[in-house]
C-alpha cells in the first residue's frame, strides 16, 4: 500500500483500496484500515478527512482516527506542494 500511495501521491481511501484489491486481492475492510493508520502513525503520509480540507492528520493523531473512502492520502512532499504544509529549512551553523 505504501508503494501505491507514493506511486499516486494523492488518492482517497477507496482509490487506494481498489489498486490495492487490483494489485493482490480482496483484502478485508479492518486490515487495510489498520494498515492505513500504521502509515499515518508512522508519518509516512498525511491524510485529509473527507470534508475538512485543510486538517491533516499523521503522528500520533492517528491513533484515533478511523479511515473513510472519501479520505485522502497524501504524501508529504504533495501536502506542501498544494499548500498544505510549511516544509522548514534546517539551517546549519
Same mark, same amino acid.
Do not use: C, W, Y
Given at each position: 500500500? $505504501?508503494?501505491?500511495?507514493? !506511486? ?10 481498489? $489498486?490495492?484489491?487490483?494489485? !493482490? ?9 489498520? =494498515? ?9 503520509? !498525511? ?20 479511515? $473513510? ?6 504524501? $508529504?512532499?504533495?501536502? =506542501? ?9 534546517? !539551517?546549519?551553523?
Amino acid at each position: 500500500m $505504501k508503494e501505491t500511495v507514493s !506511486h499516486l501521491a494523492k488518492a482517497t481511501v477507496g482509490d487506494v483500496a481498489a $489498486k490495492v484489491t487490483e494489485a !493482490h486481492g480482496e483484502v478485508p475492510k479492518s486490515v487495510f484500515n489498520d =494498515a492505513v493508520v500504521s502509515l499515518l502513525q508512522e508519518s509516512s503520509f !498525511h491524510t485529509v478527512p473527507e470534508g475538512k480540507s485543510t486538517q491533516l492528520i499523521s503522528g500520533t493523531k492517528a491513533a484515533l482516527h478511523s479511515p $473513510k473512502d472519501g479520505d485522502v492520502l497524501i504524501t $508529504k512532499a504533495r501536502a =506542501a506542494e498544494d499548500g498544505l504544509v510549511i516544509r522548514t529549512r534546517r !539551517h546549519s551553523a
